[in-house]
């Protein structure tokens, strides 16, 4: 199962000439698919929207990426869709041009299938060397120049079993903790109040994940007090508990960052079951 | 004339899973071709293998880019040549593949006409509101994450005639000039001792220009005194001569910074001429 959908044909290749390729001028999403549909839609759409309105592209209609998101995954029980938005076809040179035409490049992939053991006893973390340049424009959104995370992803070897890590952790210059490589990032620290949920301030650098996102809102929801805010290692080998998020993963504990140990706490496997219970 | 190499062969679509598409995963030379030729070939050969080094790219070889180069700048009196070189195609995830097989698009455009007055009279050059991020491990290299170079050529419209604005300076979250969106820079300040040239130093961001090298070379062989060193917007405006520099303009000087103007002195006039009786 394979299947791509270059503005709306059955087709595998783009022109060497479209801006996506030239200069990484473009945006994307990584859309979890269940029974034959793509999951959070709406939260997808609004992020893919704000990437178009920040490079100035100008958004295809969501109804259209949703007909032809829907014609891919028709059928498929689980899969991984992504969706690619450029500027499109231009000439040599940064000049975005006047009349663009954006290229809509949707992707569909086989689900990841991870392992139980993630979920149930948590994941190795460490911390890359490669660090997250600040560019309070570009930050939040999900655009196309991803060297940052490939060099990062590079620092470890794929491994196996229970010694493999998972994700590693980015700072950023000021040896701010901001994200995964592939995954945002919470910790429960106890609070004069009770436990308090933070996760990392992206104004300046990283991805407002759509998992993210909903485990702000079902935390709040639940009256739990929630901050995003400035964090340093220390402040995560303080924490009580610690946990990733992306879409496809939803949340991942993590048992153990570097060489520090982390016990998989109450409010990770609570915030975990209110996450599953959300409407797709 | 227009004319692409994919991988040797004559196409002009790459594949949607192109790590280049999908990531900016790469590197890329822009040479100016001159007599069926293209210029310079060795520095741009060397940049090209230290950004693919840093990448951990497998470098194609250099004998067959330059007998596909040469294939299509055959009989081309004048144009421009840009080589991509990406990590070639993958599977979804930040992950290299283990197994890569870099992709190679060479593209030909025509040459570029710049105004005569652009080096007679000299340019005017803004500053740009987007920064460039730093990240010492990229810097000095010519990827393909472009978005910051996009986003600030498109701070300004193309116009025309004497008004025209030529190019926008970009400095870096630290408030030093590094280089334009599109070439390096260079001023000059009287010393104790004469004319020193400083060009910005390139540790963190920016691209090192092959004409930049040159220059320096130029400028070191005829015992002026060259220094890359950190430059803020004050000392280019307490410059007695400002100019710009890349392979396809050569060397502009700059007649106007903003609202100051700059006289277009000897020492960008020496250099002009010492430039262009290089061997290409």
Tied chains: 1, 2.
Aim: with cysteine; net charge negative; hydrophobic share 40%.
């Amino acid at each position: 199962m394979s299947a791509i959908l270059i503005n709306g044909q059955s087709a595998e290749h783009i022109s060497v000439l479209d801006r996506g390729f030239q200069y990484g001028d473009g945006v994307f999403e990584t859309l979890r698919v269940s029974a034959g549909k793509p999951c959070h839609w709406a939260q997808h759409m609004a992020r893919l929207s704000a990437g178009c309105q920040v490079l100035r592209i100008s958004m295809p209609e969501p109804a259209l990426l949703l007909s032809e998101a829907m014609s891919l995954c028709a059928g498929e029980v689980a899969a991984v869709l992504k969706i690619i938005i450029t500027r499109g076809v231009g000439k040599r040179g940064y000049v975005p041009p006047a009349q663009a035409v954006p290229t809509r490049a949707l992707s569909l992939s086989p689900a990841v299938v991870f392992p139980q053991m993630h979920y149930r006893d948590g994941v190795s973390v460490r911390v890359c060397d490669t660090r997250l340049a600040g560019n309070p424009t570009l930050a939040g959104i999900k655009h196309l120049n991803r060297l940052e995370q490939v060099l990062a992803r590079a620092e470890w070897p794929e491994g196996e079993g229970s010694t493999q890590v998972a994700e590693g952790l980015m700072l950023d210059n000021n040896n701010n903790v901001i994200e995964g490589t592939m995954s945002n990032l919470f910790c429960v620290q106890e609070d004069e109040g009770g436990p308090v949920l933070k996760t990392p301030l992206l104004t300046h650098c990283g991805v407002k994940g759509i998992t993210r996102e909903n485990i702000i809102n079902v935390a709040e929801a639940a009256g739990i007090s929630v901050q995003e805010t400035t964090l340093g290692l220390v402040d995560l080998y303080r924490s009580q508990e610690l946990f990733l998020c992306n879409t496809l993963i939803g949340i991942w504990p993590v048992r153990q960052l570097e060489d520090q140990h982390f016990a998989v706490g109450p409010m990770t496997r609570r915030l975990s079951q209110a996450l599953e219970s959300l409407h797709d």
